[in-house]
């Protein structure tokens, strides 16, 4: 791949498709970061500042935060100096107004923009979602239904005993987000693949095998 070129690389992919997985191998293959805006959004929940309570009321019901905030959040990230060579995109831009506040970022940057859909059937997705869990020491996940660590109780990575289930993945809160998904975010694919922008990947299967598609289809563009 030619590093020369800082390189924006937006994931998309409905809740479950397993776009923060693929992200951070992506990140530590490329050299560059992984913003994920549902990570950060957490962490501003969880604190105390202005719109703590606002965005975990949000989130907690599976809607949209609003998009002045995220404008906020990704243009103070986007500006930090690790960003100078290329980033990664987890969960930005889900509507059409985010992907136009995007384009006019990326403008003033002038990155290589790549834009890959990592598609999952429906039903593969809720099983995938409502058994996620991940390991409070060191941020490995995992799911009840298709990876569980070796042993029961213990992190394969840090031996942690210590694991989190996010309160936003019941079964409920689920469908919702596939529901914002489906109005806001296909139409974001659509425009992408209208502009050539856009590589898809088949998220049934492996992980190893969709991170294997996603390079191969990478290294032909960049
Ligand atoms: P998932 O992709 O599985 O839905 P994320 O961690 O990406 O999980 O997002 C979790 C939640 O964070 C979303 O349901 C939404 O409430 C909020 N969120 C994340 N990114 C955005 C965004 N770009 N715009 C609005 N809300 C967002």
């Given at each position: 791949?030619?590093?020369?070129?800082?390189?924006?690389?937006?994931?998309?992919?409905?809740?479950?498709?397993?776009?923060?997985?693929?992200?951070?191998?992506?990140?530590?293959?490329?050299?560059?970061?992984k913003?994920?805006?549902?990570?950060?959004?957490?962490?501003?929940a969880?604190?105390?500042?202005?719109?703590?309570?606002?965005?975990?009321?949000i989130?907690?019901?599976?809607?949209?935060?609003?998009?002045?905030?995220?404008?906020?959040?990704?243009?103070?990230?986007?500006?930090?100096?690790?960003?100078?060579?290329?980033?990664?995109?987890?969960?930005?831009?889900?509507?059409?107004?985010?992907?136009?506040?995007?384009?006019?970022?990326?403008?003033?940057?002038?990155?290589?923009l790549?834009?890959?859909?990592?598609?999952?059937?429906?039903?593969?997705?809720?099983?995938?979602?409502?058994?996620?869990?991940?390991?409070?020491?060191c941020?490995?996940?995992?799911?009840?239904?298709?990876?569980?660590?070796?042993?029961e109780?213990i992190?394969?990575?840090?031996?942690?005993?210590?694991?989190?289930?996010?309160?936003?993945?019941?079964?409920?809160?689920?469908?919702?987000?596939?529901?914002?998904?489906?109005?806001?975010?296909?139409?974001v694919?659509?425009?992408?693949?209208?502009?050539?922008?856009?590589?898809?990947?088949?998220?049934?299967?492996?992980?190893?095998?969709?991170?294997?598609?996603?390079?191969?289809?990478?290294?032909?563009?960049?």
């Amino acid at each position: 791949m030619d590093s020369s070129v800082p390189v924006a690389i937006v994931m998309i992919g409905p809740p479950g498709s397993g776009k923060g997985t693929q992200s951070s191998k992506l990140s530590a293959f490329l050299g560059i970061p992984k913003i994920s805006t549902g990570d950060i959004l957490r962490q501003v929940a969880s604190g105390s500042s202005r719109n703590s309570e606002e965005i975990r009321a949000i989130m907690e019901t599976g809607g949209l935060v609003p998009d002045s905030i995220l404008a906020d959040l990704v243009t103070s990230r986007l500006s930090e100096p690790d960003c100078k060579k290329g980033f990664i995109l987890d969960g930005y831009p889900r509507n059409i107004d985010q992907v136009i506040f995007l384009e006019s970022l990326l403008q003033v940057k002038n990155y290589k923009l790549l834009v890959v859909e990592i598609a999952v059937p429906e039903d593969v997705l809720l099983k995938r979602v409502t058994g996620r869990f991940s390991c409070r020491g060191c941020g490995a996940i995992y799911n009840k239904y298709f990876l569980r660590p070796r042993n029961e109780k213990i992190c394969d990575q840090c031996g942690s005993a210590d694991f989190a289930y996010r309160s936003d993945d019941n079964e409920l809160v689920v469908r919702e987000r596939l529901r914002e998904y489906t109005l806001q975010t296909l139409p974001v694919l659509d425009y992408y693949k209208a502009k050539h922008l856009l590589v898809s990947v088949d998220g049934n299967r492996s992980l190893d095998e969709v991170y294997d598609e996603l390079t191969c289809h990478l290294s032909k563009v960049l």
